[in-house]
């Protein structure tokens, strides 16, 4: 029998949103939906081969800093190259600081955000499942978070560093690099959305800002959005069916 269960994995070690228990409500009630089992968890001893192997898509909930084991990374690695699904959400860009894999699994690293505003999003690509419910130009509130390279492998404007706007980390210190030269681009990356830096203070990626992206690894499957920041998010009808075709789109 394929593997069924949708495991959210909230542990943080360094900054914790106060959005993640309705964060994991609404994952769990979406998987429900679909029809499959949902456990919620701060263990990072689930992270074993026989866990993941009952699991159709692993969340990383808002996770901040190092949560995982080296024998969970081993086995969290495994999974993913053996054909398993990850669906990475808002903060769990700054998970993972120094493990190299991680890195290469988003393409890139988180790199502060200015403060909390409205803004636009720009759906480039409606043809997934993730996207489709969203309109072009979708307003919304948010962290608008900067990355230090774009995910798809080409350099970030300027030297490469973030420059200014505003950007913090999410504990309000600016977010190390350790990593950023052992981290190799993702390769296949498929972005779906961007920011429109001219509808906010503090973008540092100019007309070309990724939010949302999406990328297979050998039989494996990887999805990343950038949103979901506030409590209220994850009660957003339009939020929810983003959330819900990212996991149509995982389990396919």
């Not at 699994?105 to 790199?111: C, V």
């Not at 200014?164 to 296949?188: F, H, L, V, Y």
């Not at 920011?195 to 990343?224: K, M, N, Q």
Request: proline share 8%; aromatic share 8%; with cysteine.
């Amino acid at each position: 029998m394929p593997p069924q269960d949708v495991l959210i994995y909230t542990r943080t070690t360094g900054y914790r949103h106060d959005s993640i228990p309705d964060g994991a409500a609404a994952l769990a009630e979406l998987a429900h939906d679909l029809g499959r089992k949902a456990e919620v968890t701060e263990d990072p001893e689930v992270f074993t081969p026989g866990r993941l192997a009952e699991c159709a898509v692993v969340v990383l909930l808002s996770t901040t800093g190092n949560v995982l084991t080296p024998g969970g990374r081993a086995a969290l690695e495994a999974y993913l190259r053996g054909g398993g699904a990850l669906l990475a959400v808002h903060a769990a860009a700054n998970a993972e600081p120094d493990w190299p894999f991680y890195g290469e699994l988003l393409g890139t690293r988180f790199d502060g955000h200015p403060e909390i505003q409205p803004g636009i999003v720009l759906v480039d690509d409606r043809d997934h499942p993730a996207t489709a419910p969203l309109p072009a130009r979708w307003a919304w509130t948010d962290e608008w978070y900067n990355f230090t390279s774009d995910p798809r492998g080409s350099a970030k404007p300027g030297d490469g560093t973030a420059s200014g706007g505003g950007a913090q980390s999410g504990d309000g210190r600016k977010p190390g690099n350790s990593t950023e030269s052992r981290d190799a681009p993702a390769s296949g990356v498929r972005i779906l959305a961007r920011a429109d830096e001219t509808s906010y203070r503090g973008g540092t990626h100019g007309d070309d800002h990724p939010l949302v992206w999406c990328r297979e690894i050998d039989g494996g499957r990887v999805f990343f959005t950038a949103l979901g920041h506030a409590s209220e998010t994850y009660r957003d009808p339009v939020f929810r069916a983003h959330l819900s075709g990212a996991l149509t789109w995982l389990t396919a």
